[in-house]
């Protein structure tokens, strides 16, 4: 499930829990901030710097392209006093054919890598909520809110810290494909 769907599952549950007729009490509360869980677990960002080493000589390549592509484009441009008509426009239509190529190319890649970061990032989702429910079972809390769904709150009450302390002590399942 992404992220989106844990946070609108968790306002459509907070919403009827507020407009039931039945008063809630939350005698304890905590509050956590997912996102810098996310950020700041070991994993993800072993994850990220091994990300941006596979991207390095890809990136290496795009960039030799482009720069072929853009010496394509001006000796076109030196040639249209040369070329007939219909031969420049050949000359256009072929060289649009390899920009289009290109640009799906770069597409794919930064798709591919999108694909590895959200799926990775659903995992640690998962486990962070599997740690956010065994801690309030544990400690009896009865209510637990992200740090971006409140005002203000004292830090006795953020769990971050040790949240972020238990999801780095388990081995997430890592399966990053290389592009």
């Known amino acids: 499930m992404s992220l989106k769907k844990y946070i609108i599952n968790f306002f459509i549950i907070l919403a009827i829990a507020l407009c039931s007729a039945i008063p809630i009490k939350a005698n304890n509360l905590a509050v956590i901030d ?3 869980i996310i950020n700041s677990n070991n994993q993800y960002v072993n994850l990220l710097n091994t990300i941006q080493a596979d991207q390095k000589d890809y990136k290496n390549s795009f960039q030799s392209k482009e720069e072929k592509l853009k010496n394509q484009y001006a000796e076109i441009e030196n ?5 007939n008509d219909e031969e420049f426009e050949n000359a256009i239509k072929e060289y649009n054919i390899k920009i289009k190529n290109f640009d799906d190319e770069i597409n ?3 798709t591919h890598y999108e694909k590895q970061i959200s799926i990775y990032r659903n995992l ?3 486990n962070i909520l599997d740690i956010i429910k065994e801690y309030a079972l544990s400690n ?3 209510l637990i809110l992200d740090s971006k769904n409140y005002i203000m709150a004292s830090n006795s009450i953020n769990i971050t810290d040790i949240v972020l302390q238990e999801l780095n002590k388990k081995q997430l399942d890592i399966n990053f494909e290389p592009y």
Do not use: R
């Open 79 to 83: 040639s249209k006093l040369v070329l």
């Open 34 to 36: 997912i996102e810098s």
């Open 108 to 110: 794919k890649f930064n």
């Open 140 to 142: 009896q809390i009865d």
């Open 124 to 126: 640690i989702i998962e």
